[in-house]
């Protein structure tokens, strides 16, 4: 069993929670079907996703406020160890 941790920031690397009040909300799929979803903390804006198989997952980050209104990154979970690990520069801006 693996985990996702998502982080959402602005493009100024500042944790962004919510826009107008209202919570971005995280969703992942795995094979392009619905496993879970979550809004981002409020003070951290991080959403963890716990006790998910090996596989090849999508998060999605979504508000309706937002251009676009959401974003989507592609991972893979291993056994062991996650096959897309974080990095800046790979992180995708709302």
């Known amino acids: 069993m693996a985990e996702i941790y998502v982080a959402i920031w ?3 690397e500042v944790a962004m929670s919510s826009v107008d009040g209202d919570l971005i909300v995280v969703l992942v799929t795995n094979d ?3 496993q879970a979803q979550q809004s981002v903390t409020v003070r951290q804006a991080t ?3 716990r006790n998910l198989e090996a596989g090849d997952y999508t998060i999605i980050a979504r508000h ?3 251009m676009p ?3 989507r990154y592609d991972v893979g979970l291993g056994v062991e160890a996650a ?3 974080f990095h800046r520069s790979k992180s995708v801006c709302l």
């Open 10 to 12: 602005n493009q100024n």
């Open 64 to 66: 309706t406020s937002l």
């Open 83 to 85: 096959f897309a690990p």
């Open 32 to 34: 392009g079907r619905f």
């Open 69 to 71: 209104t959401e974003a």
């Open 47 to 49: 959403a963890f996703f």
